[in-house]
Structure formats: structure tokens, C-alpha cells
């Protein structure tokens, strides 16, 4: 699987939006784009996915570039809830279930 | 609000002990996955089934652990015999995947338990 590559960690004010980059020039034609995030003592959750085209969701959105090289997810007006380890995982199209999770970006949320 | 369900949550046990985890997943799903989290190693997958069949259980030790799913609704975890190094929290995760070509939508999602945080003094 292609690798991607996140700050270790983000702060940002609480009601502010907050952007969290993820770079994978290594992504191939047929890969997905990925987010999930983790919060304390839970299990990680699904934010959003994407493979050209800018996406949106009640959650998040995700804006890809023109290149696919690079992607930010986009949290419109973060909260204290959305402090949590956000992971950028790259998933091939064909009969890849699998989700190989890396280190991720810590996001601190201040009050 | 359909979740995915583990058993224990927490589970403390000495070295040489026999140790299962469960796990139901989703209704309707038809893949399983089990996920080791630590400090160290981060999130790591062990092991994933499809319709009950085991797919790729490359990421665990085949010595001392064995996964299984006696049904659709049961996804089992087992390490025999514990040891220290297997300290960590275990996450079943559940989604369901159609082939491309299909007919159906394929969903990507996988839905996470909320863990078994296992200890082995």
C-alpha cells in the first residue's frame, strides 16, 4: 500500500475550522483516499472518503488535489468533541478491504 | 443503532493463561477484522474474514493465536498461552464488501467495536 505522511499533531481553537494534511505521492490511479479518527478510549470511526473529487459529509470535508498527491480533511467549526487521533489511510479499489493505519495527526482542540 | 459489540471490555490475566475475546458483529455484515492497538506498534491489523471464511491472517502469530467465527453473529479472538508482550487493546471491526462488477453498491466503511483492553502480568 502507498504511504501517507501526517503532522504528529495540530492544535486549534475550539469554533474554528481546522485543516489536517496528508501527503501520498506515492498514490496510485486506483486508490481511495481515507479518513478515520480516533477518539479517546474508543475505537476509530469513519469520517469520509474520496478519490478525485472534493467531498462532503455532515462530519467533514475532504478537499483532494488536482494531482491526488496531497489531500486535507476539513473540519468546518471544530469542537472539545473533536479532539482525537485523525488517521489518513490510502485503500486500493479492487478487493482491498484491508485499512493499514499509520501514526497519524494528534488534534488538540482549545477552549 | 446498530454497533458492534466486544466482550470483555477489560480482561486481566497472568502469563500461560488461556484468554478469548469476543465479538458480534454488525448485523448484515460479512466481513470481520481484528485490530491490535499499542503505544509502540500503533494500530495494527491480525486478521479478517469474509462470510466466515478467513481471508489473510498474515499480521498474527500463528503459535499462540487463533481466530474463528462459529457464525455469522460471532467473531472470536484467542491467545493460548498469554504472555506480557500481548498487553494491548484488541478492536473488532465489521463492514461489507461486495466484488466489483456487482450489481450492489460497495460499501467502504468499516464500523469499529469499542475494544477489549486486555493485560497479561
Not at chain 1, 504511504?3 to 490511479?29: A, R
Not at chain 1, 479517546?40 to 469513519?46: A, D, L, T
Not at chain 2, 503505544?39 to 498474527?60: C, I, K, T, V
Request: charged content about 20%.
Amino acid at each position: 500500500d502507498a504511504k501517507t505522511t501526517q503532522p504528529n499533531s495540530m492544535e486549534s481553537n475550539e469554533e474554528e475550522p481546522v485543516h489536517l494534511p496528508c501527503n501520498h505521492s506515492t498514490i496510485s490511479g486506483t486508490d481511495y483516499i481515507h479518513w478515520y479518527r480516533q477518539l479517546p478510549s474508543q475505537g476509530p470511526e469513519y469520517v469520509i472518503h474520496g478519490l478525485t473529487s472534493n467531498v462532503n459529509n455532515r462530519m467533514a470535508s475532504l478537499a483532494i488535489a488536482e494531482d491526488r498527491k496531497s489531500s486535507t480533511l476539513i473540519l468546518h467549526r471544530a469542537t472539545l468533541r473533536d479532539a482525537a487521533v485523525y488517521y489518513c489511510i490510502l485503500r486500493g479499489r479492487f478487493g482491498n478491504e484491508k485499512l493499514t493505519f499509520g501514526t497519524g495527526t494528534r488534534l488538540t482542540i482549545i477552549p | 443503532d446498530a454497533r458492534v459489540t466486544q466482550t470483555p471490555r477489560d480482561k486481566v490475566t497472568e502469563m500461560g493463561q488461556e484468554v478469548t475475546m469476543r465479538c458480534q458483529p454488525i448485523l448484515g455484515h460479512n466481513t470481520v477484522f481484528w485490530y491490535r492497538q499499542t503505544m509502540m506498534q500503533g494500530l495494527e491489523l491480525l486478521a479478517y474474514f469474509r462470510n466466515r471464511a478467513p481471508l489473510d491472517d498474515s499480521g498474527m502469530p500463528k503459535d499462540r493465536f487463533s481466530a474463528e467465527m462459529p457464525d455469522a453473529t460471532l467473531a472470536t479472538l484467542k491467545i493460548q498461552p498469554s504472555e506480557p508482550r500481548d498487553s494491548a487493546v484488541y478492536f473488532c471491526a465489521s463492514g461489507s464488501f461486495k466484488r466489483q462488477g456487482e450489481s450492489h453498491r460497495i460499501y467502504n466503511e468499516q464500523f469499529f467495536g469499542p475494544g477489549t483492553r486486555l493485560t497479561v502480568l
